[in-house]
């Protein structure tokens, strides 16, 4: 089973079962957004758009997402809204932009999603101009936490949307020109985690 057919699938319900308890924390990360100047925003794995409403006015907005069903949900917000906003297919791990040519990279539950989380993290650090910021927000182990059961049932949920046992540290080596500024929890005991990277070089 693809993720692209997983999500396809979950498309029409996906908003009723997400937003609920994402709301807060996706207002939480996006609140990085007023501390410009930045003009070109990404958002990765934009999804069904639940972002859409809680972005601020003025920057220009890129979404890619895997699956058309989810797009056209967010779309259908983005025109409600009136938000400038372009949308593309594409795969995460595979992004169709140059480099260097976004101020901030928006990765909200997508690297838990993806079986390739470190592909994804060193294509957002490629298109991130020097001093670009990446806003994360996913669930996360610590390194070193046991979560018995998070690491058992990981294999078998990430065959259906998401996996439990993403390591954020062990992926961030892998992304080099990516650095930590801030790492705070959001949800479930800081299973949910909302992490600000910066991009190094001049």
């Known amino acids: 089973m693809t993720l692209r057919y997983t999500y396809t699938v979950f498309a029409p319900i996906y908003d009723v079962f997400v937003a609920p308890f994402t709301t807060g924390m996706r207002q939480r990360s996006l609140a990085a957004l007023r501390d410009g100047p930045h003009d070109e925003v990404l958002l990765i794995g934009i999804g069904s758009g639940l972002d859409v409403p809680l972005l601020p006015v003025g920057p220009r907005y890129t979404g890619l997402d895997l699956t058309p069903a989810m797009l056209a949900r967010a779309r259908r917000k983005a025109f409600r809204l009136g938000l400038d906003l372009h949308l593309d297919e594409g795969d995460a791990r595979a992004?169709?932009?140059?480099?260097?040519?976004?101020?901030?990279?928006?990765?909200?539950?997508?690297?838990?999603?993806?079986?390739?989380?470190?592909?994804?993290?060193?294509?957002?650090?490629?298109?991130?101009?020097?001093?670009?910021?990446?806003?994360?927000?996913?669930?996360?182990?610590?390194?070193?936490?046991?979560?018995?059961?998070?690491?058992?049932?990981?294999?078998?949920?990430?065959?259906?949307?998401?996996?439990?046992?993403?390591?954020?540290?062990?992926?961030?080596?892998?992304?080099?020109?990516?650095?930590?500024?801030?790492?705070?929890?959001?949800?479930?005991?800081?299973?949910?985690?909302?992490?600000?990277?910066?991009?190094?070089?001049?």
Do not use: C
């Not at 909200?108 to 990446?134: D, K, M, N, S």
């Open 95 to 202: 992004l169709p932009y140059p480099a260097a040519v976004f101020d901030v990279v928006i990765l909200h539950l997508i690297l838990a999603v993806t079986p390739h989380p470190e592909r994804v993290l060193i294509e957002a650090a490629r298109v991130l101009r020097p001093g670009g910021r990446a806003l994360i927000l996913d669930k996360f182990l610590r390194p070193g936490q046991r979560a018995p059961v998070r690491r058992l049932i990981s294999p078998l949920l990430g065959l259906l949307a998401t996996r439990t046992n993403v390591v954020l540290e062990q992926i961030l080596p892998q992304t080099p020109g990516l650095e930590m500024v801030s790492d705070e929890p959001a949800l479930a005991g800081g299973w949910f985690r909302q992490i600000l990277l910066r991009k190094t070089g001049n």
